[in-house]
């Protein structure tokens, strides 16, 4: 899947947190992740590529457009709350940079709209 490269870090801090929570819940011995976990990190994966914003996309947690299915969005919750804090010491680099893109001013939900092509119709 091809996404903007502010999108591609984006989905590299969700792997990385979703890992890091995935190894300390379910698979503390395996390095890969666990189906459910993996289920979570496509939809993820998914909500991404379909962001109205794209390469300028808030944090999720700054987002108002609500994306994730209630069930979905306490998932990420509660992997965030776990995973953040320990990306400081696992990954530095992408943690820094998502708390700069938290400090990003969230831009307007109807400025972002999707076009289907920008040439005018005949």
Do not use: N
């Not at 698979?27 to 189906?35: G, H, R, V, Y």
């Not at 700054?62 to 969005?73: E, F, L, V």
């Not at 893109?101 to 400025?111: A, H, I, N, V």
Request: hydrophobic share 30%; charged share 30%.
């Amino acid at each position: 899947m091809l996404l903007a490269p502010r999108l591609e870090r984006e989905l590299k801090t969700i792997t990385a947190m979703v890992q890091i929570y995935c190894r300390d819940h379910h698979l503390p011995s395996q390095e890969d992740i666990c189906a459910d976990c993996s289920e979570f990190l496509q939809y993820a994966e998914k909500r991404l590529s379909r962001c109205p914003f794209q390469a300028r996309k808030p944090t999720c947690g700054k987002c108002p457009i609500h994306c994730y299915q209630k069930q979905m969005q306490d998932r990420a919750r509660q992997i965030m709350r776990y995973s953040g804090p320990k990306m400081l010491w696992t990954h530095p680099i992408l943690a820094f940079y998502h708390i700069l893109d938290g400090l990003r001013k969230t831009p307007d939900p109807r400025s972002c709209r999707r076009t289907e092509s920008k040439t005018p119709k005949r």
